[in-house]
């Protein structure tokens, strides 16, 4: 099993005001609105650095998921931005429902 530590101090060294965007939805297409949500939760702020999505979700999440929610704000990003994605089970969430957490720099 292969364990990587994501150091967030280290990722963003050097960007300038990381920010943070948070968005939910359920139903059809929900990690693209979700992502888009986040996004806009950001002030629609092009990375030039880093970013880092992560998708909330009970049960339910498909694996692609999170890469979805990911690509949708990626595409806004420039080429060279460094990208993490991680996916969190979480039960406190209505069935149906993801929550994607954007952290831009």
């Known amino acids: 099993m ?7 101090e280290v990722v963003f060294r050097g960007a300038r005001w990381p920010t943070l965007g948070v968005g939910i939805d359920s139903g059809d297409y ?5 992502a888009e949500q986040a996004f806009r939760a950001t002030g629609y702020r092009c990375a030039s ?3 880092i999505v992560v998708a909330f979700a009970p049960g339910d999440m498909g ?4 890469r979805i929610a ?8 420039e080429e060279d931005c460094f990208v993490c994605v ?3 089970e979480d039960d406190q969430l209505a069935r149906g429902t993801i929550r994607v957490s954007a952290l831009l720099g």
């Open 2 to 8: 292969k364990i990587d530590i994501l150091d967030i």
């Open 30 to 34: 929900r990690p693209q609105r979700a």
């Open 49 to 51: 650095h880093a970013l």
């Open 63 to 66: 694996n692609g998921e999170p």
């Open 70 to 77: 990911a690509r949708h704000i990626y595409q806004h990003m």
């Open 86 to 88: 991680g996916a969190i």
